[in-house]
């Protein structure tokens, strides 16, 4: 055998080896992350009900919009530390009842439409945990969620008279609702009361016989207007329906 033979064969050996091993420890295009393949776990809540309702307040108008019950379902990104939360908000329409410039009275329906699924994070604390007392369950979550949700009005009418605003009058931009709280993830357990302050974006696309968008503008549009709602835990992981 040869010098260069004697000395070639473990260098390449050597690099196959080396190669190999790299393999398996680069991730390939295809793979998927230790965090993002972490268990979901699904959730739901109740947002309101016929006694406390989910109100909304036009601070612009000084008026409030009670609405409907609706559900906040998702899922967490485990029951460890701070984990990642998403979820599916769902309000059904509402009718407001509003003064315009002090003496006109307006009605109108209000739609919220969410822009995307709800995202935040969430800090588990499981056991006898002081943090879980006021929630009156053992296992509850420190929450920071932010639902963008588009504004839409129709059927308005001032004095009983329809105000044409067209199929499409809705805010230009989401406005960004952040809702941080202490809530339960283990049944039975009690309402939560949460409080967001909101900036309600320019109207746009509010043409009937005009366009009606800069005086809804004027009207509503604005930072310091509020949406409250009591959060129900409705299920949690198993207990949720697919």
């Known amino acids: 055998m040869s010098l260069l033979t004697r000395f070639s064969l473990p260098l390449v050996l050597v690099l196959i080896a080396f190669s190999l091993g790299a393999a398996e420890a680069a991730p390939g295009e295809n793979a998927v992350p230790a965090q993002a393949a972490a268990t979901q776990i699904p959730f739901g809540f109740t947002l309101g009900d016929a006694q406390q309702p989910t109100t909304s307040h036009v601070a612009k108008l000084g008026s409030d919009i009670a609405f409907p019950p609706g559900t906040f379902d998702g899922a967490l990104g485990g029951l460890t530390n701070t984990v990642p939360i998403t979820g599916k908000l769902s309000i059904p329409p509402a009718?407001?009842?509003?003064?315009?410039?002090?003496?006109?009275?307006?009605?109108?329906?209000?739609?919220?439409?969410?822009?995307?699924?709800?995202?935040?994070?969430?800090?588990?604390?499981?056991?006898?945990?002081?943090?879980?007392?006021?929630?009156?369950?053992?296992?509850?979550?420190?929450?920071?969620?932010?639902?963008?949700?588009?504004?839409?009005?129709?059927?308005?009418?001032?004095?009983?008279?329809?105000?044409?605003?067209?199929?499409?009058?809705?805010?230009?931009?989401?406005?960004?609702?952040?809702?941080?709280?202490?809530?339960?993830?283990?049944?039975?357990?009690?309402?939560?009361?949460?409080?967001?302050?909101?900036?309600?974006?320019?109207?746009a696309g509010c043409t009937g016989h005009e366009d009606l968008s800069r005086l809804l503008t004027g009207l509503v549009s604005g930072p310091g207007n509020t949406f409250v709602s009591n959060l129900t835990l409705r299920c949690f992981s198993t207990g949720c329906k697919a």
Do not use: W
């Open 95 to 203: 009718d407001g009842y509003f003064v315009a410039f002090r003496f006109m009275a307006t009605t109108g329906r209000v739609e919220i439409i969410p822009d995307g699924d709800a995202t935040g994070t969430a800090t588990v604390h499981t056991g006898k945990d002081k943090d879980c007392k006021a929630t009156q369950t053992n296992i509850c979550a420190d929450t920071d969620v932010t639902a963008k949700v588009f504004i839409k009005l129709s059927d308005a009418k001032v004095d009983g008279k329809t105000l044409d605003v067209g199929p499409d009058c809705r805010t230009a931009q989401p406005a960004a609702v952040t809702i941080k709280a202490l809530v339960p993830i283990s049944l039975p357990a009690p309402p939560v009361k949460v409080t967001s302050t909101f900036t309600a974006p320019p109207f």
